[in-house]
């Protein structure tokens, strides 16, 4: 039942409860019970709205790759990177880089002062590699495989 409701609401986040009652053959109440345990227990882990960057301005879409003096400083980047707004993402890889960073700008000047003037300039950033995204293709939830 959990993955059932699960796969309703990664189409579509917005459907009313008793629309997703009604396709599971339960009500309402025990959908919103069965959602706050989803939620409780961390399987959903959020919910909103997705605002296209570009209608607010960020026309620039870049990916920075960041190689750190030592990975044990990750926690203490990850602090200041908190204060930068652009930064939408973070991760700590393997691979060539000690952690990956997802950004929007507003336009190529803006890029520049976030790598030189911010992202360089933080405590243990040995060195940056960005990579600009020219178009998303893709973007979706993972799947949820429901048996019935």
């Known amino acids: 039942m959990d993955k059932k409701i699960l796969s309703i609401l990664s189409k579509n986040a917005r459907i009313p409860f008793k629309d997703v009652a009604a396709e599971c053959n339960v009500s309402r109440a025990a959908i919103h019970q069965r959602v706050q345990h989803l939620i409780d227990a961390d399987v959903i882990t959020g919910s909103g709205f997705d605002v296209n960057p570009k209608s607010l301005g960020y026309s620039t879409c870049t990916y920075v790759g960041i190689t750190l003096e030592?990975?044990?400083?990750?926690?203490?980047?990850?602090?200041?990177?908190?204060?930068?707004?652009?930064?939408?993402?973070?991760?700590f890889t393997t691979g060539p880089y000690?952690?990956?960073?997802?950004?929007?700008?507003?336009?190529?000047?803006?890029?520049?002062?976030?790598?030189?003037?911010?992202?360089?300039?933080?405590?243990?950033?040995?060195?940056?590699?960005?990579?600009?995204?020219?178009?998303?293709?893709?973007?979706?939830?993972?799947?949820?495989?429901?048996?019935?």
């Open 98 to 148: 000690t952690m990956l960073v997802k950004l929007y700008a507003r336009d190529n000047e803006q890029l520049m002062e976030l790598l030189n003037g911010k992202l360089q300039g933080i405590p243990g950033v040995m060195a940056t590699e960005t990579l600009i995204s020219l178009e998303q293709s893709l973007k979706r939830e993972i799947p949820i495989t429901v048996e019935d």
């Open 70 to 91: 030592k990975g044990s400083m990750y926690k203490d980047v990850v602090e200041m990177l908190k204060h930068i707004p652009e930064v939408v993402e973070c991760h």
